[in-house]
């Protein structure tokens, strides 16, 4: 069952930037995780947990106070 919470700070950041590589075009996305170890100092099992969340809630706007999650 699908359902929404409120994104961490951590998260809100790493989803900004992430929009923003996007929109850079530096890189494919599916190759962002070096991005997110660098750059958040971060594992990177961790960076592709935020990248896969990101992935599945993209939205153009930048608007990640909600994300949906499976239970």
Same mark, same amino acid.
């Given at each position: ?5 409120? @994104?961490?700070? /951590?998260?809100? %950041? ?5 929009? =923003?590589? #996007? ?5 494919? !996305?599916?190759?962002? @995780?070096?991005? /997110?170890?660098? %750059? ?5 099992? =961790?960076? #592709? ?5 990101? !992935? ?16």
């Amino acid at each position: 069952m699908e359902q929404t919470r409120k @994104t961490t700070q /951590i998260e809100k %950041d790493v989803f900004k930037y992430l929009n =923003e590589l #996007r929109d850079s075009g530096i890189t494919s !996305m599916y190759a962002a @995780t070096p991005f /997110i170890v660098d %750059d958040f100092n971060i594992q990177k099992s =961790e960076a #592709r947990i935020f990248l896969s969340i990101w !992935m599945e809630n993209y939205r153009q706007d930048g608007n990640y106070e909600e994300i949906k999650f499976n239970s």
